[in-house]
């Protein structure tokens, strides 16, 4: 009993030092994506133009996850929209997704940050469409 109990702990051990080591260095909602950096700070809230579908971009930088993948949730009013799979192709990696946003979609957003079954990070934002 105690070898397995030994054994169960070096296993656990392993598992969460993986997810130690992951780490959002930095993540911004922006209006556009010019050589791999975002542009502005959008931060809480988005306005569109009414005869204009706007688009964001949710840029991440990570860090101690080359060779993985995360994953951004975009979800609109609790009810998830997109979901994007980034690949992580080095250990300080800067990456980003999109999303198109109608008229139609105003009220309280958020982008999450996954990987695996683990929640990095998440950020809330408000859209409106003023007439």
């Known amino acids: 009993m105690k070898k397995f109990s ?4 070096i296993l656990s051990l392993g598992i969460f030092s993986q997810f130690t080591m ?11 994506i010019e050589n791999r950096e975002p542009t502005d700070d959008l931060e809480g809230f988005v306005e569109g133009q009414v005869e204009q579908m706007k688009r964001v971009y949710f840029f991440t930088q990570v860090s101690g996850l ?9 979800l609109y ?41 683990l929640m990095l990070i998440t950020h809330h934002f408000e859209v409106s469409y003023p007439e």
Do not use: C, F
Not at 66 to 74: G, K, M
């Open 6 to 9: 030994q054994l169960l702990m």
């Open 22 to 32: 992951a780490q959002v260095e930095r993540s911004q909602l922006t209006s556009s």
């Open 66 to 74: 080359a060779s993985n993948q995360i994953i951004h949730r975009w």
């Open 77 to 117: 009013q609790g009810e998830e929209k997109a979901t994007v799979t980034l690949n992580i192709g080095g250990d300080n990696w800067r990456t980003y997704s999109s999303k198109s946003l109608p008229n139609y979609w105003q009220g309280k957003w958020q982008v999450q940050v996954w990987h695996g079954d």
